[in-house]
């Protein structure tokens, strides 16, 4: 966790002599930093995302915004920090590391009492960037698929074979492709398969279609583990030499999670649709589906 024993031993002090002050009822005199070293001690390694979180909190360190102590922390830092950052990267990066940086000023002070509120809540937020709504054609799925060397005969034998699967399933499920990745043999009973861990934190029971079950069908038996025997860099690859091939523009793998949505909300009310996709929050299904109007006005008749 430590470089070395006297980091360890430094850092353990210092947070004995912000308990002390805390105790006597004030701001303890630490560095954000220090703050954030805590949070990636005692909170983040009891998240799914701990390793990604963790790299996240490294570079908040490196900001300039680290040094500042706790008791002279004010939104001018903060909305410093938030022009600097918004200088080198996308408001949704900035929108990341606020999540972030605002949950750890929460925990700071709901359940480590070292400030006396939320520093952030003044501070302007960046304007979030439209919502993502590309979608995939039909010509699109074509082209990816030929040159992914896709066949609806036989077992799927090579690695870009897979991937075309796992495009095709990703679609006609609406699962995201680390619960694609991670699925394994024994979980898929009949038309239904089981993920016992979410990007949400809860297991959930997702329903095949014919079609998903054939394609699953051709994916060859390989023994324990994934049965898409496909990492994310692999997935990533061949996906990204197919669709460079295939001359298509401004595609991403998640994009199938925009177009399944939209394909299922024809077929599954909405609650139904929720449950099948794993969101709890409805809100979230109006981000995905994205009919046009031309599709609409065809149901209307």
Excluded at 95 to 114: G, K, P, T
Aim: aromatic content about 6%; overall charge positive.
């Amino acid at each position: 966790m430590f470089p070395s024993k006297r980091e360890a031993a430094e850092w353990a002090a210092a947070q004995a002599a912000a308990i002390k002050t805390v105790q006597a009822g004030g701001t303890p005199d630490i560095p954000v930093a220090a703050l954030l070293e805590k949070y990636m001690q005692e909170v983040t390694p009891r998240k799914r995302g701990r390793v990604k979180e963790a790299l996240q909190l490294q570079r908040l360190m490196r900001d300039e915004l680290a040094q500042v102590r706790l008791p002279q922390l004010k939104p001018a830092y903060l909305s410093a920090w938030r022009d600097r950052r918004l200088s080198e990267v996308s408001a949704a990066s900035v929108l990341r590391d606020w999540s972030l940086l605002s949950h750890v000023f929460s925990v700071a002070v709901r359940e480590w009492e070292y400030l006396p509120g939320n520093p952030l809540k003044p501070v302007r937020k960046p304007k979030a960037p439209p919502s993502r709504d590309r979608r995939i054609s039909e010509a699109e799925i074509s082209r990816l698929l030929l040159g992914l060397g896709y066949s609806r005969e036989g077992t799927a034998k090579t690695v870009r074979a897979r991937v075309a699967i796992a495009l095709l399933f990703a679609i006609e499920t609406g699962m995201r492709a680390g619960e694609i990745l991670s699925l394994k043999w024994e979980a898929v009973r009949g038309n239904v398969a089981h993920l016992p861990v979410t990007k949400n934190g809860y297991p959930r029971n997702v329903p095949l279609s014919a079609e998903a079950v054939r394609l699953f069908g051709q994916l060859p038996k390989s023994g324990a583990g994934s049965a898409f025997n496909l990492t994310s860099d692999q997935l990533k690859g061949y996906f990204s030499q197919a669709r460079e091939r295939a001359q298509i523009d401004n595609l991403h793998f998640h994009d199938t999670r925009h177009e399944a949505i939209t394909r299922l909300a024809r077929k599954l009310d909405v609650l139904d649709l929720a449950r099948m996709v794993g969101t709890r929050d409805l809100k979230i299904l109006m981000v995905y589906y994205n009919a046009t109007p031309s599709e609409i006005a065809a149901r209307l008749g």
